[in-house]
């Protein structure tokens, strides 16, 4: 049950079986820190190119192919005052008759965007108090010059098989970019386990982002975080999984959206199996009147969505 | 701002240029009922052929192609104590190769199931506590032994145009099948004109229902429905729009979840344009950081999506 | 097996259960003719509204719900020299980024487009030849001042069932506006019956039309047109089936392509079992390394993809 | 303009940044061989882990990031008589309703199929005659017995940017699994360079394969490959090119096939104006009649659709 303090001095752009930075043991904690989406530290100078740099991999002892991965995120929070979002949302959000009206001429592409003040907007934050002002105030938008943050991570995951190195831009069965603001502080998640110490990935912090990170970003900054793992000797899921004290969720990253339903109710199904004790056509019963589904991002080139249940309509857990 | 009390006499699968069965005023209410969406009255006798029969069209006085028509839901609620539901969520809402491990033998194609007890799940409901019970207890499923209800109108819109008469298995920029648990008792709909005095159709009462209706159903049940109307001249949206005390509401209703989503993102950026006077920089902004997504259903040839935003988030409206 | 000379005087912009404007019987044939796309006749004079207008519905004879109506084209063919196409290809058809490379200023929404000359190319035709040409010629493009047409049907169907009255911007079960090249002069195409009478429409002729439709026109142009009708009395497909010398087809008609897809592959399988004999496991076996897909169109609301296989590696048909 | 033979002795199930094994100029042509998707070489024996292996990667002098590789396909030719392909057809490529009734027992999930003779369909081919045959005959499959094979390769790439190792089940930018039956014996394919030396694999040999490859296989073989490469400097396409005598072909790979749809065809149109001269009115009005589509598979986490025209369509070259 050790604690370590990580202090990195690289970074990954996939996701992937890379050199691990530190060999963590089960109940072991860890308390490190990210960089922003585009590279930059706690100074928001860039130290690293972007695209969701990740901190590790984390080599976690005993894990093997076939287990479950659980890592609990005791903190997460930004680490500076400064973020910056994206200036519009993408093209494939809106009517494609509508894409001209948008006035994409600073926009660049492929996203995302780099941060000077030409091809985003700054914001700044106060963490003491947890909220955030856009800098450069716009009429209409009074309500965005003192709101409430809700920080959570967009992008981490575990290594995924076959060699595979899979690029922080996108997401799968392994984790990567879900852009999901459930994973905020306290949230509990589970990943299966594709090789040997299963290699966890972190990165990517937003101090707030809206349902489906349409423009692009949440508000990009960089992050502290300490995370707690353990293993689940024998027990492997299809797709991450997650809880908190109210929920649990499962969770679908592909293209288009139907497949991530598709992918996050037939998790939630197994899942409520397996440890719950229902079967389908109980949690048929229990999905038609009381399922939740939250979008992650629809702006990767996998999507997200996730399925989730309230753990007061469910059954007592089984015994393991 | 006279209030009617109307008796249906016969019900429509289509949503079309039908025969008004009563011409009323903007600033009128109308109390009336509707069969449940196997065609059930309040004794649960079969009195019109099933799929979403609607009470109506109502023709609205003064409504014209190119307004918009208001419709303010101030009551609606169950009239009859038993409802039913389908039996298992539908293939196309899990894993392509999971679908043989569900036990689909029982369940009708094409559905929603007709109401006997081979093809549906029936509740019981206490009308005064607002409470349903699942009537066959089943081991884990003990919290549906008493949980809250939640109404909500699954079906209505108002006549499309050319002469289109659309079933109620789906929806479109008319409305229709949209089966949205956020069109519940207090809210208030806007739909686009498309023929003189709008015909609006309503129906599809359900007790409750999950994200997506993936069991085909909520908890089908006949209901009492009062409603408002008003006209406002020469505005015309493009999908339905709707808002309650705190949030406003755009609709897409498509397939796939990719296009609803374009339709309802690209419909609340030009209400913020039209009343609120942000523009689509300004709109991208907000929604960026703060927009959120419903599912409205997922199970219909059309599936819908709903974008939304609070309304503490946003300027005080335009003047008219 | 009578032969009729119909004339037309009036033309639908749904299909649905109109009144019909001829009685036929199986084995009769009907020569008639259809404006374009736009409401135009052989003299280019618009006499009825845009939209695909359909030219009927004839009631057949003992046709019932249940049955599959049999239409043969022995002819369909442009009856003047003048077609107009529309002027860029549609918004959904390329890269969401890329469509404000695309110079749509002067392209109506929502389409297809009116034919001036504004708003459309225009095409001169040889109807003795058989050959087009682009009567504005540009530099590129000199094969399109000569070269030879294909003439087809895009838009053509029976009544759906449950009073419905289908736009003929779309496509269902019941045949629409599908689009389809392969529906050229020789094809027979069967239709599942939905009401009595079958009520079959016909209209919106191409003098040729890309794969996808994907300006959202062929070259629109009046046709004549002669079909010949037959009824299998209790067989019934799910979707529309054609055959021509060398190949049998089955249609799917909705969005995404994926459900189109599913449709027709789904429905070619069901074929070659009723009528070929072949078990699912065979016909996989024949589709993993003979199967051909075509696409209809990927321009309307619902698109179409073809499923198809050459009658040379088919067994013999199975005695009725 | 050297002439190499080139012995593999292990292979990839990626694609991405390995260890060239044979440096090559703009000119040079290799021949070699691959093993079949399963890890099969010429005697059908398991020489490596299945998942279709590359042979390669093959470091091309000079191609550097921003220029563009050149690949013709001299020869492509099974070198063995023996070939197997999946039994049934894929469960999204089939409507959800109807999976159920497909006898999927034996087929093993995930596919592709292992080559034992309960999982998979086992085929004898004559090379020198280019026939093959099933080789346990079914009632109605007797045109099975002898029949044209078209040999092609399903999978070939380059390695994608930013340390990306991109699983050979999928596709992409890069190319990788596009399982298309036009990449056959005399085509010339163009990549982007991600990477110095540009990095081609190649693998995956089918001596026949329907459209989509919904099996999840073609006739499954080993083959002999001889290929030449050239590169053209500082020309990057966005996707995969190809032509042959007659036609110039784009390929755009993702999910769902809408969105290959439109990466094919904005990648033609960008390639006959950068070639052609032709601006975009100019492409679409030539796409509108004269596009053909043509689909990859549809069995892939991306599937991959052809965007091609005619050459005798086009206008000539211009000088480069």
Not at 19 to 43: M, Q, Y
Not at 46 to 72: K, R
Not at 269 to 284: I, K, V
Request: negative net charge; hydrophobic residues 35%.
């Amino acid at each position: 049950m050790a604690h370590h303090e990580f202090e990195p001095t690289h970074f990954h752009v996939t996701i992937g079986s890379h050199e691990p930075v530190l060999r963590i043991k089960p109940g072991d904690s860890v308390s490190t820190w990210c960089v922003d989406a585009g590279g930059h530290d706690r100074n928001f100078e860039p130290i690293t190119p972007g695209g969701n740099p990740q901190t590790g991999p984390f080599y976690v002892e005993g894990a093997e192919p076939g287990d479950t991965l659980v890592v609990h995120f005791d903190k997460m929070y930004p680490n500076r005052q400064t973020g910056f979002t994206g200036k519009l949302v993408a093209p494939w959000v809106v009517d494609p008759h509508f894409v001209r009206h948008l006035p994409y001429e600073d926009v660049p592409t492929p996203r995302p965007p780099r941060p000077d003040e030409r091809y985003v907007d700054l914001w700044d934050l106060d963490l003491a108090k947890g909220t955030g002002r856009l800098r450069t105030a716009r009429p209409g938008l009074e309500a965005l010059q003192d709101f409430a943050l809700d920080p959570m991570l967009g992008c981490f995951g575990v290594a995924p098989d076959r060699g595979q190195a899979i690029s922080c831009a996108t997401s799968g069965q392994h984790g990567g970019n879900m852009d999901y603001r459930g994973f905020r502080q306290g949230v509990t998640v589970y990943f299966p386990v594709f090789v040997p110490g299963a290699l966890l990935h972190v990165g990517d912090g937003h101090a707030i982002q809206g349902d489906g990170e349409i423009v692009g970003t949440g508000i990009e900054i960089s992050f502290d975080v300490t995370f707690t793992v353990d293993v689940i000797k024998g027990k492997r899921a299809h797709w991450p999984r997650a809880e908190n004290e109210t929920e649990i969720m499962a969770v679908g990253n592909a293209r288009p959206l139907d497949q991530c339903v598709q992918h996050a109710t037939t998790e939630l199904m197994r899942w409520l199996e397996q440890d719950y004790g229902l079967d389908y056509r109980a949690s048929s019963i229990l999905f038609g009147q009381l399922i939740r589904y939250d979008i992650g991002n629809i702006f990767d080139p996998a999507y997200t969505m996730v399925a989730k249940m309230e753990k007061r309509h469910l059954p007592r857990k089984k015994a393991p």
